[in-house]
């Protein structure tokens, strides 16, 4: 009869000693600067290209970023001034607010027509709240497109970026509305 009870209630015992430890482990990556460190660490690491210049804060709270830089194949991206105050539930990562001094994109001409923009996939459920763009430049061959004062609301949806609402000034002037 304790044999019996000691093989039932020590694996539940260490199952449950596990669940917590994973838990406290995601808590320390999330919401400890040294844990969120180690985090953009590994993404550097493990991602070709990438580049990330002091990252100060959390990912469960707020997070800046002095500059990220990627370079993918043909594509290459900058950001500078990057900052973003997250709040994380079970189902989604709410990104409450979110701004970008300057986003610079730049893509090869991909032949003739309209430009056709790849599809932004994460395996992350993502809800944009109120971010914005204080300069946005899209280079496509030697064509500049040039946007001051993005703002954007968007979500995740099937791990596809869905844009909700976009709103931008021209660099020339106006306001443009999509």
Known sequence: MKLARYL?????ALMLVLLVLLLLLAAFLLFSPSGTQWLFAQAQTRTPGL??????GTLGNEL???QVHWLGGDVELTAQGIMLDSKLSIKSQEIQQ???????IHTPRSGAGPLVLPNLSTPLSLVLSNSSIEHFE?????AQF?????????HTE?????????????????????
């Open 98 to 104: 979110a701004s970008i001094k300057s986003l610079v």
């Open 146 to 154: 040039v946007l001051k004062e993005v703002m954007l609301k968007a």
């Open 64 to 66: 800046t970023v002095e």
């Open 8 to 12: 039932v209630w020590q694996p539940l």
């Open 138 to 142: 899209l280079w496509v061959g030697d």
């Open 51 to 56: 580049t990330l210049t002091k990252v100060e």
């Open 158 to 178: 099937s791990g596809v970026l869905m844009i909700d609402e976009f709103k931008a000034q021209p660099h020339l002037g106006g306001v443009l509305f999509l």
